[in-house]
C-alpha cells in the first residue's frame, strides 16, 4: 500500500497508545494539555463525518471564519451548523481556545448524510490545505517527550513502505503502527471510527460525532478523549494506564 499523506480525506483525529515502556520523566511534570492563549493558535477542525483540517488563528478571528475555511478546503456544508470544543458552543469569542485545541462541527439538523465527501481544494482554495505533518500530537505536556521520539519512528517507517495492520477484534477502528524493524509499537483508535461513528469499518454505525453513543453518557468520538484523560491523570504512573496521545494522522488505510 502507498500511503497518501497529503490528502485530507485521510485524515483522522485519533488516540495513539503507545506500546513501547516509557518511565521516568514520562510520569512526571504538568499535566496540562494546552498552552497559554496567544494571538496566534493553531486548531484541528474534525466534521461529524470524520474529516480534519489544521488551521492558524488569529486574534480576530471568529466561528463564521473557522467554518468558512472548512467550507472552502473541503467542500463542506456549514449552514446550520456548530463549532464546539468540548461542551462549549463557540461564536464570535474564539479566546478560550488554547493552542492546538480539536475543535467538532456539527450540522444541527437530523437529516444528515454520513457520506458528505471531503474534496481536496483546488484552485484559490489551495492556500487552506493542511499543512501539518503525517502524525501530530495534539496538546502539550512533558509526557509526551518519548511518545513524540515514537512518532518520528512511526513517520519513518510508514514513509519506507511500512504499513499499519488493521485490528480485527472489538467493535472499533483501531491500527497497529510499527517501526522500521516491523514492530508494533503503537495501536491508532481513530475518533471517526468508534462503534457508532460514521467511518466505523464494522458496520456500527448510524450516528454522528457529538451524539450519545453505546453509553448516552459518553458521545460518539469522545472515548479517546477520556483515554487520553485518564493517562493524564494517572500520576506517578500509579494505575498503569499505557502511554496514550491524542494525535492528527494521515494514512491511506483509514476507512474513507
Known sequence: MSPNLDSPVQTEMAVAVFKSPLGGGDYRG??????????????????????????????????????????????????????????????????????????????????????????????RDIQQRDQSGPIEILGHSTRFTKSKQLVKEIVKA????????????????????????????????????????????????GKALGQPGLKRSVRVGETGFREVAAYLLDYDHFANVPPTALVKITHSIFQR
Request: some cysteine; glycine content about 8%; proline content about 8%.
Open 30 to 123: 504538568t499535566n496540562r494539555m494546552e498552552s497559554k492563549p496567544t494571538g496566534r493558535r493553531r486548531v484541528f477542525v474534525q466534521t461529524e463525518t470524520g474529516c480534519v483540517l489544521g488551521m492558524e488563528l488569529d486574534r480576530s478571528d471568529s466561528a463564521h471564519t473557522v467554518k468558512r475555511r472548512l467550507q472552502l478546503a473541503l467542500n463542506f456544508p456549514i449552514e446550520e451548523s456548530s463549532l464546539t470544543f468540548g461542551d462549549m458552543v463557540l461564536k464570535n469569542d474564539l479566546t478560550a481556545i488554547r493552542n492546538d485545541s480539536p475543535l467538532l462541527l456539527t450540522r444541527n439538523f437530523l437529516h444528515r448524510s454520513s457520506s458528505t465527501p471531503c474534496l481536496s481544494p483546488t484552485g
Open 158 to 205: 510508514v514513509k519506507n513502505g511500512i504499513d499499519p495492520i488493521p485490528v480485527h477484534s472489538g467493535l472499533g477502528g483501531a491500527y497497529y503502527f510499527r517501526n522500521v524493524r516491523g514492530e508494533s509499537v503503537a495501536i491508532v483508535k481513530p475518533t471517526d471510527e468508534e462503534p457508532f461513528a460514521p467511518n466505523n469499518p464494522k458496520g456500527f454505525v
